[in-house]
């Protein structure tokens, strides 16, 4: 198994924004091959930047790759890039990462 996991800081407050916009996505991806779950993680804060990680289960890195090849997935982004959404990150992100990881137990 493989996970793809996107970890986001943001300011304080809008965590929940953030579960939102990947709560609401996803349909398409979840209708690929070796596609098996998502999961949405708010870390506990008692104040100041909040993080949040999106963690994306695959059967493989394979069906990773074909699901971000896919032209169901450019045409998303493609689609964000003229709407203007990924020319500026909005203001409340601090920070995102993205990594890759292996399930070996």
Known sequence: MFYQIRRIIVKE???EQVVENF???G???AQRPGYIGK?????KVRRGEE???VMVQWESEEDWKNW???????AGHKAKRSAGA???KPEYIVET?????YVKG
Not at 39 to 43: D, E, M, P, R
Not at 97 to 101: A, C, F, G, I, V
Request: charge should be negative.
């Open 86 to 88: 990924a020319a500026e």
């Open 97 to 101: 990462s993205h990594d890759l990881y």
């Open 39 to 43: 999961q949405i993680l708010v870390k």
């Open 23 to 25: 709560s609401n996505r």
């Open 68 to 74: 971000e090849k896919s032209p169901e997935h450019i």
């Open 27 to 29: 349909g398409l991806m």
């Open 13 to 15: 407050g809008f965590s």
């Open 51 to 53: 993080e949040v990680m």
